[in-house]
């Protein structure tokens, strides 16, 4: 008996391994505790970013309006959070529905399907459902700059949440679910690394066609509208920065080689945009302003964002200026048009999303190119097939955004109302909206 009872746990352990019932447990990815650490953090520096970006938007309105425009920032974290719980994920990575419309997949409502799930890279899918649901969140916060300072706040909350399931979702199904089409376009799809087509083109073009709609700021441009606090804008801008390595590196979805390229594109091109914008307006002006730094800074970041994972640090480099180059003629073609995006939503993010999704072919590996000719018949892929690819899929999300966003934006001023009254506009948007102060005083500048 004694015997029987030593033999007997490692019989039993045997049985369990090898009996076919419990064969799908060999076939369950371990969970891979680097990949996921630095997924669980990626995840933290992403959401980072929107604090940064509210201090960012919050730094360059006038003091009346500061609260009321980090408000925008904040109020996205929750409202979209809650919506990518319910059926954002399912809508972004489910399934092809409604001819590829979007995605679908019923186990993916309120994340319900995906508790033990561990994915390929050996990270709990819960862990990539977040990652991913951050993006959702700092999208349309980013095209709250186009319209600063003149939107009601219930306005607004319905309209990041019809924009967030009719824009946000459906492209980012197209370029970075399995069977989306964008993603399946050419030799190896639509190169969006991070989301400039996904997050930047969409939020910049969106954000101009609501400034259009919506019309200027009351008192733009005879008006002076001075920043109310550039030092906020500052420490924003930082913020920004520190995060991004966790929006691209994280984009990976792992922590390896490509983590480590990513990385480091990210970390060149920020500061090849802030050099060259400081380069540029120095020479234009006369003096580089704070200001222009940290806008340099945010070109170089948006334009590495679609280019993280292919491009090399010279690359990176390159995009970097050429971000900063274009935002700023971009901006100074705003002044002179005299169409009030009011912190430059379009300039930054819409242009530098374009740049980087469209010239980054320029800059590919050839390893990467290598590895989509080998999945061609032809055996060959050329730079020019890849760009018309990245001018193709930007051009469709730059006139889906566009088209969509026009429709929101008429829906939502039409029923509860967009643009906020003349009377709340020249009191301050703290006041009306929140009934509070933003620096605990009364300013009307």
């Known amino acids: 008996m004694t015997r029987w009872n030593d ?41 980072l970013m929107i604090p940064g970006l509210a ?46 419309w979007f995605g679908w997949n019923s186990d993916y409502v309120f994340l319900r399907g995906i508790d033990h799930t561990i994915m390929g890279p050996g990270v709990p899918e819960y862990v990539f459902a977040m990652f991913q649901g951050k993006f959702a969140i700092i999208t349309p916060a980013l095209i709250a700059g186009a319209f600063a300072e003149r939107v009601s706040f219930k306005g607004y909350c319905i309209f990041i949440a019809l924009w967030g399931l009719l824009v946000y979702n459906p492209l980012c199904h197209w370029v970075w679910a399995e069977d989306g089409f964008l993603l399946n376009m050419g030799a190896d799809g639509a190169i969006d690394f991070a989301g400039g087509t996904v997050v930047h083109i969409s939020a910049g073009i969106s954000g101009l066609v609501a400034a259009f709609y919506l ?119 705003k002044n002179r048009l005299g169409y009030d995006d009011s912190l430059d939503a379009f300039g930054i993010h819409g242009m530098g999303g374009t740049v980087g999704a469209v010239l980054l072919v320029f800059f590919i590996r050839k390893s990467w190119m290598a590895a989509a000719a080998a999945k061609v018949e032809s055996g060959t892929w050329t730079t020019m097939q890849q760009l018309g690819v990245q001018v193709s899929a930007s051009i469709i999300a730059l006139v889906y955004a566009a088209v969509l966003t026009f ?39």
């Open 215 to 333: 019309g200027a700021r009351r008192g733009y441009p005879k008006t002076s509208m001075p920043p109310s606090n550039l030092v906020m804008t500052m420490m924003g801008a930082g913020l920004l920065w520190v995060g991004w390595f966790g929006f691209n590196a994280g984009s990976s979805i792992s922590s390896s080689l490509l983590t480590a390229q990513a990385l480091t594109a990210t970390q060149a091109a920020a500061a090849s945009g802030a050099l060259t914008w400081m380069l540029i307006e120095g020479c234009h002006q006369g003096k580089a302003t704070a200001l222009g730094f940290a806008s340099g800074i945010l070109a170089g970041l948006v334009a590495v964002t679609p280019a993280a994972g292919v491009v090399q640090p010279a690359g990176a480099l390159a995009l970097g200026a050429l971000a900063a180059l274009i935002c700023y003629l971009a901006i100074i073609a």
């Open 55 to 100: 201090m960012f938007y919050g730094g360059l309105v006038r003091t009346k309006n500061v609260l009321g425009t980090m408000m925008q920032s904040f109020a996205a974290m929750g409202i979209m959070s809650v919506l990518w719980v319910i059926c954002g994920y399912s809508m972004c990575f489910g399934e092809n529905v409604l001819g590829g």
């Open 407 to 445: 429709i929101i934006v008429v829906l939502v001023n039409k029923t509860v109302g967009l643009r906020s009254t003349a009377s709340s506009e020249m009191a301050g948007l703290d006041y009306t909206c929140h009934g509070e102060h933003g620096y605990g005083m009364l300013n009307a500048g």
């Open 7 to 47: 033999l007997r746990t490692p019989l039993v352990m045997l049985v369990i391994l090898v009996w076919p019932g419990n064969l799908w447990a060999a076939d369950t990815p371990a969970i891979d505790s680097g990949a996921t650490a630095w997924m669980l953090t990626s995840t933290a520096l992403v959401l």
